[in-house]
């Protein structure tokens, strides 16, 4: 059974301009999940659906950061524009609900120079 | 406000030996505690799940302990290996739903 997949795996770009991130959780997984890592720390929550809904994107800055889960499956997490403070690891998780085992991608790493 | 704490921030110890990773948390009220390893430029691989209701799961040669009342879960690894080497990271799932991380022990287990 295929893990969660995340693409690209690296990416850098110049300040000011866009950047997309993609997520293909596992399959049946309902509940998706975005976290930003830096260097050091421990993964900080983004946003999290469950299904095509977001119950919780109080973390998200919404004035450049926007994510959506079409059909509640794959996932997109925009940045625009990036900020110099945007570079970490981007990462996605699913699980099967909300209370169960949460498993990760291999994350992209963002570089914004 | 859930706080999970994770100490030492490093440790090395010789191959061989067992070892014991700490992590404590400052709310009881919690739906279930994860262990997690991450290698560098890696993302996260789940090791051992423990829900509210359990006091211990293992697998292999991990064993990870919960209690819940004293805030506090523990991470056994039992005759450890270079390939150990690692961070480890442990979250709990609070009463939102959501998983409050600690910032993770970095292991190096010497040959």
């Known amino acids: 059974e295929a893990g969660v997949v995340q693409s690209p795996r690296y990416k850098i770009i110049e300040k000011k301009q866009p950047v997309a991130f993609w997520c293909n959780p596992i399959?049946?997984?309902?509940?998706l999940y975005w976290y930003r890592q830096n260097l050091g720390q421990g993964p900080e929550l983004l946003i999290r659906?469950?299904?095509?809904?977001?119950?919780?994107d109080s973390q998200l800055p919404k004035d450049r950061f926007s994510a959506e889960r079409l059909k509640g499956v794959d996932s997109t997490l925009k940045i625009q524009p990036a900020e110099l403070g945007d570079s970490a690891v981007y990462l996605c998780?699913?699980?099967?609900?909300?209370?169960?085992?949460?498993?990760f991608g291999q994350g992209t790493r963002l570089t914004v120079v | 406000k859930q706080e999970v704490t994770q100490i030492p921030a490093a440790l090395s110890v010789p191959e061989g030996e067992n070892l014991v990773l700490n992590c404590s948390f400052t709310?009881?009220?919690?739906?279930?505690l994860q262990w997690f390893r991450q290698d560098p430029g890696k993302g996260l691989t789940s090791l051992l799940l423990?829900?509210?209701s359990q006091r211990e799961q293992t697998s292999g040669r991990l064993n990870a302990s919960l209690d819940k009342s004293s805030g506090r879960s523990t991470l056994y690894i039992a005759a450890s290996q270079p390939g150990d080497s690692a961070t480890y990271l442990c979250?709990?799932?609070?009463?939102?739903?959501?998983?409050?991380w600690g910032a993770g022990t970095k292991l190096i287990i010497k040959p």
């Open positions: 998780a699913s699980s099967f609900g909300r209370n169960t085992e949460a498993f």
């Open positions: 399959s049946g997984h309902n509940t």
């Open positions: 659906y469950e299904n095509e809904e977001a119950v919780d």
């Open positions: 709310d009881s009220a919690i739906y279930n």
């Open positions: 423990i829900q509210s």
């Open positions: 979250a709990v799932k609070d009463s939102n739903y959501q998983l409050i």
